[in-house]
């Protein structure tokens, strides 16, 4: 059974360049969150997809966008990179409407550096 | 003030000793809560869940009280693997669709 997988898992990119994320969802699972953790900080909660929905968003400029596939894989974009903006990103797959269980699944992460 | 606040640490201890770190949340309406465990460059994974009654998992001890909104990660007999950060996290349900709300992490660096 394959967790959480993200693609690439490290990337250089320069200022106000675009760059796209992947991620596919532990198998059965159907949500997916992406996190920005910072160096010496904890996850950030960016958005979460459900149902190829964007269902909640954190506190990201609209630079930050997404998008979810019938498959349940999903995409994280950033338009016009800042040097702040590198980071691990951290794609975490749950199931959505399941209660009493929260737990969710992070993949290994993709390490952005902009420069 | 933080949702999620957690002393930075580090914390460095000798192999064999007790350690235990604190969080405390700002949001009252917190439904679920949990310990990961992030190495370094790597991604977090759970390592336990926090019960109101308190629960156990062999030498990791983990307790919440709701009413000063703290939890709090009691590790007993320490080994050099459990050096890591530990992430506070919680959830304002109990559910897979909400996110998750984490602190900063405490470093734990065990000695030999």
């Known amino acids: 059974d394959a967790g959480v997988t993200q693609s690439p898992t490290h990337l250089i990119k320069t200022r106000g360049q675009q760059v796209t994320l992947r991620c596919s969802p532990k198998s059965g699972h159907d949500t997916v969150s992406w996190y920005q953790q910072a160096l010496g900080q904890g996850p950030q909660f960016i958005f979460q997809y459900y149902e190829e929905e964007e269902r909640q968003r954190g506190n990201f400029p609209d630079r930050f966008s997404g998008h979810q596939f019938p498959n349940y894989s999903s995409e994280l974009n950033v338009n016009a990179l800042l040097l702040g903006d590198s980071a691990l990103y951290l794609c975490?797959?749950?199931?959505?409407?399941?209660?009493?269980?929260?737990?969710?699944?992070f993949g290994q992460g993709t390490r952005l550096t902009v420069v | 003030r933080k949702e999620v606040e957690q002393d930075p640490g580090p914390f460095n201890v000798p192999e064999g000793a007790t350690v235990a770190f604190n969080c405390t949340y700002s949001?009252?309406?917190?439904?679920?809560f949990f310990w990961y465990r992030q190495d370094c460059r790597k991604e977090p994974k759970l390592l336990m869940s926090v019960y109101s009654s308190g629960n156990e998992d062999g030498r990791f001890t983990a307790q919440l009280n709701r009413a000063s909104q703290y939890i709090s990660l009691l590790i007993r007999d320490s080994k050099l693997s459990d050096s890591a950060i530990y992430l506070c996290?919680?959830?304002?349900?109990?559910?897979?669709?909400?996110?998750?709300?984490f602190g900063k992490g405490t470093r734990l660096s065990v000695i030999a």
């Open positions: 996290v919680v959830n304002i349900a109990n559910s897979g669709n909400t996110p998750l709300v």
């Open positions: 975490a797959s749950s199931l959505g409407e399941r209660q009493w269980s929260t737990e969710a699944f």
């Open positions: 949001n009252s309406a917190s439904q679920s």
